[in-house]
């Protein structure tokens, strides 16, 4: 679940902020997993956690990495960790997810633009207890002193229905105002799956245009009708 996407008044190089609750205690997730308070007291209490938020070095990934560990990768690294705090009304833990401009931040500020619903999931190790619950189902308690948070990473909702058109025509105002590399549009584009988003994925492989180029997605007048800078990289 996430807020408003927050773009003015941010600091130097973060494409966008976004309140995330990463953390809901006392209630069962989708992986069947339920939370206590003390789970999250026990991040906002650890010293690690906190001397990360400090320094802007929590970083999280576009999707969860193989390994738990935070570890800074220019492939995958999509934002920072700025803040994190308990909602007392709502009884969640929440973070704030600063969208860094690199093709991973990209990649998903442009999903968040054209308003996909973005999940996110927290990245961390720790002991699990098996119970049941009174009216009769399973479910796994994460045990509070055992648990050491990580991170949280963006992650594919499966339960939220994008909508490709939506995304499609976002890549392609951002890929032709030159916002966008190819290898974002690219990325974009087949992650929509639809038939006419792969046919645009194919037309930004092969695309001519560069940079200050004012002809369209497709047009290929530009080959030796207009002035270039450089070659879009």
Sequence with gaps: ERSEVIRENLPKGVLARVWYKIMRFGKRNENKRIYERACAEKVLSDKNVL???????????QEHPELSQTKL????????ISEMRINEEEQVLEAAFDILPGNPGAFINS????????G???RADGGLSEEISESGEKYSRVIPEQYVFYSADFTADPSTENKP???IRS????YEANEINKEVACALFEFCGTPEALKLSESVKQDLQHTNCKHKLGEKQCTG???????KQ
Aim: with cysteine; proline share 0%; net charge positive.
């Design 171 to 174: 890549t392609k105002s951002k």
């Design 120 to 122: 996110v999931s927290t």
């Design 73 to 80: 990768n220019w492939q995958t690294t999509s934002h920072i």
């Design 51 to 61: 001397k990360k938020l400090k320094s802007r070095t929590l970083f999280g990934d």
């Design 165 to 167: 058109e939506d995304i």
């Design 111 to 118: 999903l968040l633009e054209a308003g996909c619903l973005v």
């Design 225 to 231: 009708n207009c002035a270039h800078n450089k070659s």
